[in-house]
């Protein structure tokens, strides 16, 4: 079973760059898996922010990037911003045509 | 404008059934591979099923094999989800998304029909 692992929480100062990791508990994330990324706020429903691993949704701002960094994918927010405080929540595509979210990271921006 | 609207939601006992909708506008069901992604309240997302139009690949969660069942109906832009012998773990938001053309990944989400299984 392919089990996916997010920070459950982050807390980043305004101005600042984060990085949000995607993992796995058994082996590497790597571009096969098609990572991408989504955030949400309280009550609405998960907004694409990037498509396989790097490609950003369209109209997201390039302060949003895409990346796999060692054995995981990740989320660089550069320049964070107040209302960049979500839910953000990576997805993998695995064998079969499945695929599997990681557990969600929640940003704080204060 | 690419819209998705859920409906069917609702209050059921454990061991029931319900059945979901999504209808599709702005574009062509039958290119895309359609997809249910459920989020129990207070938790993360998960993927349930998909499914796509034109040739009827059909994939699921292990949590919801052989009680879940999802279809099509192109002609209409519509997809379904029949789901029988719920439990209370199934409890969840259900939203209606679409896979993108381009890219492995989700690209357009409807707002979401909440399934509660209670006694």
């Known amino acids: 079973q392919t089990v996916v692992t997010q920070e459950p929480s982050f807390s980043v100062s305004p101005g600042e760059t984060v990085t949000l990791t995607c993992g796995l508990t058994s082996g590497s994330v790597s571009t096969n898996y098609y990572p991408s990324w989504y955030r949400q706020t309280p009550g609405q429903p998960p907004r694409a922010l990037i498509f396989s691993t790097n490609i950003r949704s369209a109209g997201v701002p390039d302060r949003f990037s895409g990346s796999i960094l060692g054995n995981k994918a990740a989320l660089t927010i550069t320049g964070a911003q107040a209302d960049d405080e979500s839910d953000y929540y990576c997805?993998?595509?695995?064998?079969?045509?499945?695929?599997?979210f990681g557990g969600g990271t929640k940003l704080t921006v204060l | 404008e690419v819209q998705l609207v859920e409906s069917g939601g609702g209050l059921v006992k454990p061991g029931g059934s319900l059945r979901l909708s999504c209808a599709g506008s702005g574009f062509t069901f039958t290119t895309y591979k359609m997809n249910w992604v459920r989020q129990a309240p207070g938790k993360g997302l998960e993927w349930v099923a998909s499914?796509?139009?034109?040739?009827?690949?059909?994939h699921y969660a292990d949590s919801v094999k052989g009680r879940f069942s999802i279809s099509s109906d192109n002609a209409k832009n519509s997809m379904f989800l029949q789901m029988n012998s719920l439990r209370a773990e199934d409890t969840a938001v259900y939203y209606c998304v679409r896979e993108s053309f381009d890219w492995l990944a989700f690209d357009y989400w409807g707002q979401g029909t909440l399934v509660t299984v209670s006694s």
């Open positions: 997805v993998l595509y695995v064998s079969g045509g499945t695929y599997v």
């Open positions: 499914i796509r139009g034109s040739h009827g690949y059909i």
